[in-house]
């Protein structure tokens, strides 16, 4: 399945058991000798009460993380049409806690993605104290950086052309940067005007990826609280636009 090009192999983990090994998750997301996706997601039962089914999500890279966007509205689509469950409007738990997803009839999905996070400890990102915005060193370089966690980390730095910006070098950098302990989604976000914004996100454990749920919600997070963006925001990724 995917969700705006961001692409997911989800296994159903409910009428059958399995038990995936990090090199079990490496080759079915090996687009050459797997099946190739960018998470792996299953779907299990719940284990606490109220809620319909437990989320879990693994990178390419075979670790497991907390959140996914994108790929929560392809686990709706794909439990329901599966005949998982008869409910458009369903609680599931991640590991970041319960997210809302909602079935519109239209067929879109809808994701509740939770209140955003800046307390540096809970993102997590080493900081003195919680800040707007941090300046991080960088093969030399200082840049201007805003961290948040939407339920998994992001940082997010505002570019003047998302077509020109060192995406996968400065990615690669700033994701395994040891100021982020679990590693950290980076976002480069470029400011069409205060209802639109063009994004390019470099997604921990599977590099640069063609959209990112949890990324534009983190942008538009940013760009609001900088007093740069209105309250109702499009998202463009690679020609696809999503409504924030």
Wanted: hydrophobic share 45%; aromatic share 8%; proline share 4%.
């Amino acid at each position: 399945m995917q969700g705006l090009g961001n692409d997911f192999v989800v296994i159903d983990a409910i009428t059958q058991s399995l038990d995936l090994s990090v090199t079990q998750l490496r080759f079915i997301a090996d687009r050459h000798f797997g099946v190739g996706c960018d998470q792996i997601l299953l779907v299990e039962p719940a284990r606490q009460p109220q809620v319909d089914f437990t989320y879990r999500i693994f990178n390419a890279d075979g670790s497991e993380v907390e959140q996914c966007g994108n790929g929560a509205r392809c686990f709706a689509r794909f439990v329901y049409d599966k005949g998982l469950t008869t409910k458009s409007d369903m609680l599931v738990a991640t590991a970041s806690g319960i997210i809302r997803l909602l079935l519109q009839d239209d067929g879109q999905v809808t994701v509740n993605m939770g209140a955003p996070i800046f307390i540096p400890a809970r993102i997590p990102f080493i900081a003195e104290a919680e800040a707007s915005v941090y300046t991080l060193e960088v093969a030399d370089e200082k840049l201007d950086i805003s961290v948040l966690s939407m339920g998994n980390p992001h940082a997010v730095l505002r570019v003047n052309d998302i077509d020109s910006a060192p995406v996968v070098e400065l990615g690669e950098q700033i994701e395994s940067h040891p100021r982020f302990p679990q590693r950290v989604n980076v976002g480069f976000m470029q400011i069409l005007d205060r209802q639109h914004i063009r994004l390019r996100v470099f997604e921990r454990g599977s590099g640069e990826t063609l959209a990112c749920g949890s990324g534009a919600c983190a942008a538009v997070v940013v760009g609001r609280q900088q007093g740069w963006l209105d309250a109702k925001v499009g998202v463009t990724f690679g020609g696809w636009r999503v409504a924030d």
